[in-house]
Nanobody, 122 residues
Framework: QVQLVESGGGLVQPGGSLRLSCAAS????????MGWYRQYPGKERELVAT?????????ADSVNVKGRLTISRDNAKNTVYLQMNSLTPEDTAVYYC??????????????WGQGTQVTVSS
């Protein structure tokens, strides 16, 4: 059994910052890629960024990142972060973390967090 628990969402004014965290726990042998996605009301979930266990990062072209969002991870803590700066109302969404995990049984599966709401408003 594996769980991803997100934290750090909330209400922030335009131009502000938030740091999202997502910690994986349970029957984990290793974690391959971890990532963040976001979903607007009535829209499909979209990729924001991913990071491999070696620290290689990838940001979605469709997301207005422009250096404002930075993904990172702490392998020792099985945790992935999303630092969000210069936030705009267009960043308002539910943010989900994702992890591709190998269990102690040897099987690989993708897991999702429960989602954390980010609201950017004055």
């Amino acid at each position: 059994q594996v769980q991803l628990v997100e934290s750090g969402g909330g209400l922030v004014q335009p131009g502000g910052s938030l740091r999202l965290s997502c910690a994986a726990s349970g029957s984990i042998f290793s974690i391959n890629t971890m990532g963040w996605y976001r979903q607007y009301p009535g829209k499909e979930r979209e990729l924001v960024a991913t990071i491999t266990s070696g620290g290689y990062t990838n940001y979605a072209d469709s997301v207005n990142v422009k250096g404002r969002l930075t993904i990172s991870r702490d392998n020792a803590k099985n945790t992935v972060y999303l630092q969000m700066n210069s936030l705009t109302p267009e960043d308002t969404a539910v943010y989900y973390c994702n992890a591709f995990i190998r269990s102690h049984s040897g099987s690989y599966s993708a897991y999702w967090g429960q989602g954390t709401q980010v609201t950017v408003s004055s």
